[in-house]
C-alpha cells in the first residue's frame, strides 16, 4: 500500500496509465522482487559511484522492474521510463525520476534520456562531478512518519531529480513571461 500511495501521490495513477486499472495488489511481483533484492548494491548506490560494476546494477535493477510491471498480471504493456525510475528514486533513491520536466532539462543538457541506458548513467554522473562541490553541501533530512527529521539525507540522486524538476519549470515560466 505505501508503494501505491507513493506511486499515486507522484501521478503514477492517472487514468492514462496502465496502473489506473489494477488494484495495489497488482503489485505483489515487484514487492516480493524487491524483498528477494534486499541486500542488492542499488540500496547503496547513489550519482557519485555510477562506476561500470554499479551502473550493471542499476540497469539490472531496472530491467527487471520493468519486466515485472509489463507482465500480464500488472500492466500487460511495457512500463513508461518515468514509472520505472521513479519507483527506483522511491525505493532505493539510486536515480532520478525522469518524468517530463526532468526529461527537459536532462536531453537539453545531454541529449537521450528516453530510455534508462549506460550513457544516461554517465551524463548523470558527469552532471553530478561538474557540480559536486554545491551537490555535496546541500543536506536536506528525510522526515519519518510524524514529520520529526532523521538523521538520514536525501541522497544525491534525488537533489539531482529536484535540480532537473525546478530547471524545466523556470526555463517553462521564463518562456511564458517573454
Request: glycine share 6%.
Amino acid at each position: 500500500m505505501q508503494l501505491w500511495s507513493y506511486l499515486a501521490s507522484w501521478g503514477m495513477l492517472r487514468g492514462s496509465s496502465a496502473l489506473f486499472w489494477c488494484s495495489p495488489a497488482a503489485l505483489k511481483p515487484l514487492i516480493i522482487y524487491l524483498d528477494e533484492i534486499s541486500d542488492s548494491p542499488a540500496w547503496d548506490i547513489d550519482v557519485d559511484s555510477y562506476s561500470a560494476k554499479n551502473s550493471k546494477e542499476i540497469l539490472r535493477v531496472y530491467a527487471r522492474i520493468e519486466k515485472i510491471l509489463k507482465s500480464k498480471k500488472i500492466m500487460g504493456t511495457t512500463p513508461s521510463i518515468t514509472l520505472v525510475t521513479k519507483i527506483m528514486l522511491g525505493i532505493f533513491g539510486c536515480v532520478p525520476a525522469v518524468d517530463q520536466y526532468f526529461y527537459k532539462t536532462f536531453h537539453k543538457l545531454y541529449g537521450g534520456f528516453g530510455t534508462l541506458r549506460e550513457q544516461e548513467l554517465t551524463n548523470l554522473e558527469h552532471f553530478y562531478l561538474s557540480h559536486k562541490e554545491t551537490i555535496d553541501d546541500i543536506h536536506i533530512p528525510v522526515l519519518d512518519f510524524d514529520g520529526q527529521e532523521t538523521k538520514l539525507t536525501y541522497k544525491k540522486a534525488k537533489l539531482v531529480d529536484m535540480y532537473g524538476f525546478q530547471q524545466s519549470i523556470d526555463n517553462d515560466q521564463n518562456t511564458i513571461h517573454k
